[in-house]
């Protein structure tokens, strides 16, 4: 059942205000036409046939005025306005109102006008009529009684026109604005060229069949010509606007079409989500058929096209009025569903356009099969306009795709650019582009310190290329020395270097040595930047030799404490920092701050081994190597004191490059780990093909192999492989005492945990470091604590 047109109801949080304004316009209207209307008793029997002629031209054309073609039909051009124009300007304003009266009120008869609604119509002609008669009073007189017109009766008469639009414009517009808020404003500014070619050709008219009329009444009638021309004219636009809204291909609505569907849909229920009406949701879906392209690809383009109007042709038939299907380009379509009152609605409707889908489409007898995925975003859970609803859809039709599913509907959880995570994200660079306190990051100017294994914390760098300097080394620093023609380019590149930051900060003075440790403090007097986003900090996990308990080095893991939103989540922030460039920053921030710390290290006397993750996008390209190799030879820290952890899931993702990045690594000097092993894409040929030194056993695995059998023979296998390959093994995830003695006695190298440590602040580990005393575990009973798996 189609439903009533919202012209015709007021939604109740606006009743009264509305209520006030139409109340207001009647009483206005009354006012400005009683006089007339009482005095058009005594004239009447003396108005001319001409006048009769024009009343009844203007009443049986707004019979049927011209509606302009569409769902809802809630535009249409009424003759009325001319005829009653020119009474006003030949008769008065009296006869004017009158004939306007009748013909509004056939015309809301014939429409389905509200009673309320038809009223105001009536009351918004008469107070338009009164202005219009109000400034076509300005001129000399009655313009058409007798002799020639002169310049100031014309302007006169245009002035008039002009003020008629003006407040009947007005008029509508105001109570549209009152009643549907402000939403409705751009509508209406997008409808006034249609009102202006229309309505002001009527009123153009109207001086032409006055003079008409006063040569001979039986002119009048020959005014349906130029009216005919003007309702083609507007059929024709209406009819191209149309056309523009209609896909060439499949003749079903476009993307334009869509977006006013959907806005109008909008409108209507929230309307009856004001009214308290159950069906108050609206869905719309997004298609993509799954194998398109390989149909484009082997059979051609023209075969392309045939399926997608069989495609069309199967929507048509599944969705039912007032249902729409459109198609928005390419393999893409999407329907948009109405009267809902939960999304299993939309999600069984979707699994029945999977089903109509699935069944192969037959051209020149090779049977196609074309499937599609399908997201579903919901009104208003999802969003109340077309552009999010549109987002998110998408983003449930992708999420669909990811998980080798047919339907999905919006979550926030799938959605990795929403509002939410964009804000972070922009907080993410920039608490890159400054330091920890908010400003620039300058270091300290200190002489030259070497540690016990002759690392060199530079006082300032240098500026100069030596001839000693390795190739990667001269290589790398030509990249960022160019001042980049875009400031905020330049900038973001010269704060994630620390080379270039020394080189463009003025020096500080060298701290005292109570303050080596201490987090920089902000210059007295210097006010903070806005907004504020927070601190990116290292944290650092010590790695213990499990034989001889002994501290052999320490995991860097990130952290970011935000302003708003506390400490973030580690997988969060990468997540986040993976689907940008944001995340090049943040490595180069990494390895700076991680090299920078071993530097430091060496210099009072402690000799680690740091290890440090690194993304895909970093193994990509072989820039992470060289900032490493640069990194390294700049701060005079050996190549073996860093180790890179990369996951299956990077070597995966584009083999070739990242095994070219890893060499390339390896022959740095670089130690190599194969990270969370056997979690995900486990192969043998990786401990095979790769450079690798290192083997890390998830904590997965480690946090339940003292009750687990499986996971204890998973660990123990893995180890064994390890060994047998000359590679070292380290375990994730130690908690417990009984773990930390079971990974002794299957001969497992090292391990981090809680039960020795959790992750800590640079300053905080050293002092862990002097209290820290080496426990060697027994290897006694060992090999009895050892779960067994049991027989399946």
Same mark, same amino acid.
């Given at each position: 059942?189609? &439903?009533?047109?919202? #012209?015709n109801l007021v939604p109740p949080g606006r009743a009264a205000q509305f209520t006030?304004?139409?109340?207001?316009?009647?009483? *206005? @209207?009354?006012?400005?036409?009683?006089?007339?209307?009482?005095?058009?008793?005594?004239?009447? &029997?003396?108005? /001319?046939?001409?006048?009769?002629?024009?009343?009844?031209?203007?009443?049986?054309?707004?019979?049927?005025?011209?509606?302009?073609?569409?769902? #809802?039909?809630?535009?249409?051009?009424?003759?009325?306005?001319?005829?009653t124009f020119a009474i006003l300007l030949g008769w008065g304003l009296g006869p004017a109102v009158a004939v306007q009266a009748v013909a509004v009120l056939v015309s809301g008869v014939r429409m389905g006008h509200a009673p309320w609604r038809t009223a105001f119509n009536a009351a918004q002609y008469a107070c338009s009529l009164a202005a219009a008669y109000a400034v076509s009073r300005l001129g000399p007189g009655a313009a058409f009684d007798s002799g020639p017109l002169n310049w100031t009766d014309v302007a006169a008469i245009g002035g008039a026109g002009v003020a008629w639009f003006l407040v009947n414009y007005g008029l509508v517009t105001a109570a549209v604005r009152l009643r549907f808020g402000e939403r409705w404003w751009p509508n209406a500014w997008r409808g006034l060229p249609f009102e202006l070619l229309s309505t002001g050709s009527l009123l153009l008219l109207a001086p032409i069949l006055v003079t008409a009329a006063r040569a001979s009444a039986a002119l009048v009638p020959l005014v349906l010509v130029p009216l005919f @021309? +003007?309702?083609?004219?507007?059929?024709?636009?209406?009819?191209?606007?149309?056309?523009?809204?209609?896909?060439?291909?499949?003749?079903? &609505?476009? =993307?334009?079409?869509?977006?006013?569907?959907?806005?109008?849909?909008?409108?209507?229920?929230?309307?009856?989500?004001?009214?308290?009406?159950?069906?108050?949701?609206?869905?719309?879906?997004?298609?993509?058929?799954?194998?398109?392209?390989?149909?484009?690809?082997?059979?051609?383009? @023209? *075969?392309?096209?045939?399926? !997608?109007?069989?495609?069309?042709?199967? !929507?048509?038939?599944? +969705?039912?009025?007032?249902?729409?299907?459109?198609?928005?380009?390419?393999?893409?379509?999407?329907i948009v569903m109405t009267g809902l009152t939960e999304v299993g609605q939309a999600r069984a409707f979707a699994d029945q356009v999977v089903r109509v889908l699935a069944e192969p489409v037959p051209l020149d007898g090779l049977p196609l099969d074309v499937g599609g995925s399908i997201g579903i975003a919901l009104y208003p859970d999802h969003g109340e306009d077309f552009a999010t609803l549109m987002r998110h859809a998408d983003v449930a039709m992708y999420d669909a795709k990811h998980r080798n599913d047919t339907v999905a509907v919006y979550t926030a959880e799938s959605?990795?650019?929403?509002?939410?995570?964009?804000? !972070?994200?922009?907080?993410? =660079?920039?608490?890159?582009?400054?330091?920890?306190?908010?400003?620039?990051r300058a270091a300290e100017a200190a002489p030259p310190v070497r540690g016990g294994d002759g690392a060199t914390l530079p006082a300032a760098p240098p500026t100069e290329e030596g001839p000693g300097q390795r190739w990667w080394s001269r290589r790398r620093r030509r990249l960022p020395t160019g001042v980049h023609d875009d400031e905020l380019i330049n900038r973001i590149v010269i704060a994630a270097d620390p080379?270039?930051?020394?080189?463009?900060?003025?020096?500080? &003075? $060298?701290?005292? @040595?109570?303050?080596?440790?201490? =987090?920089?403090?902000?210059?007295?007097?210097?006010?903070? /930047?806005?907004?504020?986003?927070?601190?990116?900090?290292?944290?650092?996990?010590?790695?213990?030799?499990?034989?001889?308990?002994e501290v052999v080095g320490v995991e860097a893991l990130l952290r970011w404490r935000h302003p708003r939103r506390g400490m973030v989540d580690p997988e969060e922030l990468i997540r986040v920092a993976e689907q940008s460039a944001v995340m090049r920053l943040l490595t180069r921030r990494v390895v700076d701050d991680v090299v920078e710390q071993l530097a430091k290290w060496s210099a009072a006397g402690v000799s680690l081994r740091a290890a440090l993750n690194v993304s895909v996008r970093d193994l990509h390209t072989g820039e992470i190597a060289e900032q490493i190799a640069d990194r390294l030879t700049r701060y005079g820290v050996a190549p073996?004191?860093?180790?890179?952890?990369?996951?299956?899931?990077?070597?995966?993702?584009?083999?070739?490059? *990242?095994?070219?990045?890893?060499?390339?690594?390896?022959?740095?000097?670089?130690?190599?780990?194969?990270?969370?092993?056997?979690?995900?894409?486990?192969?043998?040929?990786?401990?095979?093909?790769?450079?690798?030194?290192?083997?890390?056993?998830?904590?997965?695995?480690?946090?339940?192999?003292?009750?687990?059998?499986?996971?204890?023979?998973?660990?123990?296998?893995?180890? $064994?492989?390890?060994?047998? !390959?000359?590679?070292?093994? *380290?375990? $994730?995830?130690? $908690?417990?005492?009984?773990?930390? #003695?079971?990974?002794?006695?299957?001969?497992?190298?090292?391990?981090?945990?809680?039960?020795?440590a959790r992750p800590m602040p640079a300053e905080e580990l050293v002092a862990w470091l002097a209290r820290y005393r080496p426990v060697r575990p027994l290897a006694a009973s060992d090999e009895a604590e050892l779960p067994r798996r049991h027989p399946r």
């Open positions: 059942m189609e &439903p009533p047109d919202p #012209r006030a304004f139409v109340v207001g316009v009647l009483a *206005v @209207a009354v006012l400005v036409s009683a006089g007339p209307l009482v005095s058009l008793g005594t004239s009447l &029997p003396d108005l /001319p046939v001409a006048f009769w002629t024009m009343a009844v031209l203007a009443v049986a054309c707004d019979a049927r005025p011209f509606v302009a073609p569409g769902r #809802r039909q809630s535009s249409a051009v009424y003759p009325s306005s001319c005829f @021309a +003007v309702y083609r004219m507007a059929r024709l636009t209406v009819e191209q606007h149309q056309l523009a809204s209609l896909d060439p291909l499949t003749g079903l &609505p476009n =993307r334009k079409a869509l977006l006013a569907e959907v806005n109008e849909q909008v409108h209507r229920h929230a309307e009856r989500a004001a009214r308290g009406e159950p069906d108050a949701h609206l869905a719309l879906l997004l298609i993509d058929l799954d194998r398109f392209k390989n149909v484009n690809d082997a059979l051609g383009h @023209a *075969v392309g096209d045939r399926l !997608l109007v069989e495609v069309s042709a199967r !929507l048509t038939d599944v +969705v039912e009025s007032p249902d729409l299907v459109a198609r928005l380009g390419g393999d893409e379509f999407a959605d990795h650019n929403s509002a939410e995570r964009l804000g !972070l994200l922009a907080d993410l =660079r920039r608490v890159l582009e400054v330091g920890p306190t908010g400003q620039p080379i270039l930051r020394r080189s463009t900060q003025p020096t500080q &003075p $060298e701290p005292d @040595a109570d303050e080596v440790w201490a =987090r920089p403090t902000q210059p007295e007097g210097q006010s903070d /930047p806005a907004p504020d986003a927070g601190e990116i900090m290292l944290y650092y996990q010590p790695q213990i030799e499990i034989a001889t308990g073996q004191r860093l180790q890179l952890e990369i996951t299956e899931g990077a070597l995966m993702a584009d083999p070739r490059r *990242v095994l070219a990045t890893i060499t390339q690594l390896h022959r740095i000097g670089v130690g190599i780990a194969l990270d969370d092993f056997g979690t995900g894409y486990s192969s043998l040929q990786h401990l095979r093909r790769l450079p690798l030194s290192e083997v890390k056993v998830d904590r997965s695995f480690v946090l339940g192999m003292a009750d687990d059998g499986d996971d204890a023979a998973i660990v123990r296998s893995t180890i $064994e492989l390890a060994k047998a !390959l000359g590679l070292r093994v *380290v375990a $994730e995830g130690v $908690e417990d005492e009984r773990t930390w #003695r079971m990974l002794h006695s299957a001969g497992c190298d090292a391990a981090q945990g809680w039960f020795y």
